[in-house]
């Protein structure tokens, strides 16, 4: 990299050029409009269509939250041949099939379609697109496709220091637009769901991090305290450097997304200002990572499917960290517009074909064979059943089961409070921490999948002890006060997993109506009626968790 082009150059270079997992990204022409070539002051300049930046980001953000990028599906497939475990053979599974479904049914891979952004290149001879300004085009587009595509409104804005609401079109979106040189504008377009990103941070160190001892214990710290609550197997992502924290963390979403592939290693740089791409740190992380026995979501050892380590330049005085996830469902899609016409990334339309390739069919029939635990019974054998449940073992969950997360949780809390007796549908049935994407004729609930469970961890001993959420059902890991709630109140905690919510909720989901609270949109509650859900008993009425780390 020339000196002094900085960060921004190497930015328009990778999006330009970008690569799925190793290989070039393969592009199809969209039919829209190419840009008007138009004359200025002796040189040329490129004028998109009007309606086109909408237009592509709609498309582009229809189809990434549907179809995977090919390379992503196969390095799944690839981690589902080596897994090495009955738990982590039927998540790998249950993720690949519910790429078919998705393709299929169009609903979408995961019921947070996540927070929107958009990270662009555009070139000094690229004239906006609109007077609205580019950034307002882009994110137009996106209201477009969370209206078109059934997605989930799960953005929600303060009304005051301690109230929120549902924005309800799920906007704001994150947009950037940056300047470079050229005649061709670049894009990169992403969704990621609150329980990916939530596993972003940024740290501050010093110089002493980089020493060899120094840095593979940080890397230890990094795989030991990832868990699984974010849906792996995962890409990591880990950003040294930086001229700002604010570089730092947006090199490391992009690593994550792909965006960076392009690097040089150590030795292929072509000045010492360069950023680079350490693929032995890469290695060295898959190593520990196999090695966790966190594993996808259910032990084993396939926590990760790649990772992405980048190191920038930066001050002296400063050593900025930045580490996060992709997860399984790994949302992206490349595009650019230059004076041909408008392209966007050709992702996997037909997974099933990738499948059937590997040997499946994504037919998904794991959980009937698996022990059933039905919730159709009295609330008294419904708590023997539980009672009967051990640490550990996986079964197939049948019968009625309510949709209830985090603000409904604050409202059951707040009822406690004030000495109210909690509503009829909050005691005696299981609880499903989730909130599901928009209904279609072909799933009632949309996609459905589970949230992450500890956030409820909070509530749990004050429900439990008036009677409520003696079964809970989420994804990850918990805390001590699940296990100490558990074990005082003989109430279990089953892992459902993460990021097959297109598959769940076709297949899965017989009913579904809305009991109380409409107003809070996703968030509402619900009751579901549930067949062959699979799960892991994570925590039992003993206390005793599967996910417990050794001391």
Known sequence: MPAGTGFSGELARTLLAPRDDGSPVAFRRLDLPAPRVVPLDGRAYLVPAEGALRALAREAFLELGRFLPRGRLEALLAARAAASTEGERLVLDALAANAVTAAETGLPLCQDT??????????????????????????????????????????????????????????????????????????????????????????????????????????????????????????????????????????????????????????????????????????????????????????????????????????????????????????????????????????????????????????????????????????AELSARVRALRSGQLVSVSGPLVLARDAAHARLAALLSRGVALPPWALGTAILYAGPSEPTPLAPAGALGPTTAKRMDGYLETLMAAGASLLTLGKGERTEACRSACSRHGGAYLAVPGGAAALFGARCVESVETLAWPELGMEAVRRVVVRDLPALVAVDARGVDAYARPR
């Open 114 to 379: 996540g927070i929107a952004s958009v990270h662009a290149a555009r070139g000094e001879r690229v004239l906006a697109a609109s007077e609205r300004g580019d950034e307002a085009e882009l994110e137009l587009g996106v209201a477009d496709a969370w209206k078109a595509g059934g997605y989930r409104s799960s953005v929600v804005a303060p009304r005051n220091l301690f109230d929120e609401t549902d924005t309800g079109d799920n906007l704001p979106a994150a947009v950037s637009v940056r300047p470079v040189t050229g005649e061709a504008y670049a894009f990169l377009f992403a969704a990621k769901g609150g329980g990916s990103s939530n596993k972003s941070s940024l740290r501050q160190e010093t110089r002493a991090l980089l020493e060899p001892e120094a840095f593979d214990a940080f890397l230890r710290g990094f795989v030991e305290g990832l868990g699984v609550a974010a849906c792996p197997p995962y890409r990591l992502a880990i950003a040294i450097g930086g001229v700002s924290p604010e570089e730092t963390l947006e090199a490391m979403k992009l690593a994550a997304a792909g965006a960076l592939d392009a690097l040089p290693a150590p030795d292929e740089g072509e000045s010492p200002v360069g950023a680079l791409r350490l693929r032995d740190a890469e290695a060295r992380i898959l190593e520990l990572a196999a090695a966790s026995a966190w594993g996808a979501q259910f032990g084993g050892s396939r926590l990760a499917l790649d990772a992405r380590v980048v190191r920038l330049p930066r001050h002296a005085a400063s050593l900025h960290v930045a580490t996060g996830v992709s997860c399984a469902a790994h949302r992206r899609a490349f595009a650019r517009i230059d004076r041909e016409g408008v392209f966007l990334e050709e992702l996997e339309r037909d997974p099933g074909a990738v499948l059937a390739r590997a040997e499946t069919d994504g037919s998904f029939n794991a959980a009937r064979a698996l022990p059933r635990l039905e919730l159709s019974c009295p609330a």
